[in-house]
């Protein structure tokens, strides 16, 4: 079963006040992300990421479309006691102390009263914040807010966890122990959904991505596939300090090492550019293919599209 | 009742609890009353009259004051804030957010006014040594207060749930200045004509009338309130305040939060 299908979800606004436009927020969206998967919502900022996830939440309301998270609609409160939500940037009643706030979100999500203290220490533990949970949230740290947001968001257990952008404020310290704890929920059995526009985060976690801009997905499947799809480039090294000038109309970027040369081309010009050192009676050491990223994926995705938007503007 | 409304009114009353700024205004109502006690020893005969009507008078500004104050952040601050995004993802009605809110607010108003009323019978106790019979139409000219209080809180959550905490401050203090002239509206109602009668009357009708809310110069003259007068009263302040929260509900059951 999909843990979470998204089904032509789209958001328009009206922006102006004489004259009314419309703003496409969110084009409409069709999504599935499988349980027990770990997901990643990528795109660059003010692509709809954040649109998505208060559409899930309820928060904002959507123009058409509906989504179904574990089988249920969206909009069914029994379902949101299965969830589990880190907003960006999370600001909490700072006059609180962490204790009081989980105590406060857990009994919001029906945790039981015998369990809600065992539940708030063990969350403050897991997200490292076992001695400060007495202290007002007015005295936190930027990213000490984000541990207590993501504690607020497995407090009570949930099924499914939709984090936007998680990694915002932390450490490299931080940042590696929330990577650590997304792995931990996965092997626990729980869908995280996670936005972010960091691509190395999304490439060290998920199982799968999806690409939106501009309120639009743009591509979706796991990253291996996609990124063996992304036109590539290759190195080719050779002995000697001498560049065959033909090389430069190859689009080669060359680096001299020593006796040696490096030249990293498009796959395309590969036969051409061994031609050239065929020619040139140079000595070819390796050929190696230059594995894409998923940031060439990204960028190839986002590119082409915002071109033919530059033309028509 | 329902468990999560009983949580969100406990946290808005720990919220206003934990506010400096209420304990300034609960100070400042206390000094009024005890400033009445003086103002009250050089006005020769009417020295309860005079601490009556201030101390009541004290209670009721600085309630409203207090009210408006909470009332307007109750939601735009929620917003602003985001705070209210990790409340509204867990399975929480947004009804259920409305109605806490305004139950938290109506605890904090109580509470500060029983405290605030100490103020008034101590200075009363200080007079004349001890309490009379008339003095327990204090409290039901106390109990009046805090129906006018219920009514603008609800009023200022009605506003916060579409308009900036300002706007909102403005639009309710308006309506408290406007409802506690409802009687003289009213009259100048039905000596208007033509279409100004009907718009006067029905601005009469539609602001909420405070002017019936303040007894507080008959309880001072230690004339009695009319049994029919708490009833019409309690029944009004009820009706207006679950008008003004249930249309605070309609308002933000459909709004999209930024």
Known sequence: MAALEIIGLEKTYSVGFWRKRSKHALRPLHLAVEEGEIFGFLGPNGAGKT???????????????????????????????????????????????????????????????????????????????????????????????????????????????????????????????????????????????????????????????????????????????????????????????????????????????????????????QDAAIDALRREHLRLISLIPVRASLEDYFVQKLAPREKVEGVTV | MNARVIHIASNTFREAVRDRVLYNLIAFALLLSGAAILVGQISIEIEKLVVINLGLTAVSLFGVVIAIFIGIGLVSKEIDRRTLYTVLSRPVRRWEFIVGKFLGLAGTLVVNTFFMAMGVFGALLYLAHHFHKADAWVLVALYFIILQFLIICALALLFSSFSSPLLSAVFAFALFVIGSFAEDLRGFATMAQGGSRWLATGAAYLVPNFSALNVISSVAHEQPIPGHLILYNTLYAALYTAMAVCGAVLIFEHRNLK
Not at chain 1, 103 to 118: D, I
Not at chain 1, 166 to 183: A, K, T
Request: aromatic share 8%.
């Open chain 1, 51 to 269: 649109t998505t996830l208060k559409l899930l939440m309820g928060l904002v309301f959507p123009t058409s479309g509906s989504a179904r998270i574990l089988g249920f609609e969206w909009t069914d409160p029994k379902v949101k006691a299965q969830i589990g939500f880190l907003p960006e940037q999370p600001y909490f009643y700072d006059y609180l102390t962490a204790r009081e706030l989980l105590a406060y979100y857990a009994q919001l999500s029906g945790v039981p009263a015998k369990e809600r203290r065992r539940r708030v220490d063990a969350v403050l533990h897991r997200v490292g914040l076992p001695d400060v949970g007495g202290v007002q949230l007015r005295k936190f740290s930027k990213g000490m807010l984000q541990r207590v947001g993501i504690a607020q968001a497995i407090l009570h257990n949930p099924r499914i966890v939709f984090f936007d952008e998680p990694m915002s404020g932390l450490d490299p310290m931080g940042r590696r122990e929330v990577r650590d704890l997304m792995e931990q929920l996965k092997h626990e059995g729980k869908t995280v959904f996670f936005s972010t526009h960091v691509l190395s985060d999304a490439e060290a976690l998920c199982d799968r991505v999806a690409i939106i801009h501009q309120g639009e997905l743009r591509g979706i499947g796991v990253v291996a596939d996609l990124t063996s799809n992304v036109h590539g480039k290759v190195e080719v090294v050779w002995q000697g300090t001498r560049v065959p000038s033909s090389l430069k109309a190859l689009e080669a970027e060359c680096h001299v090492t020593g006796d040696t040369v490096r030249a990293v081309l498009p796959e395309e010009n």
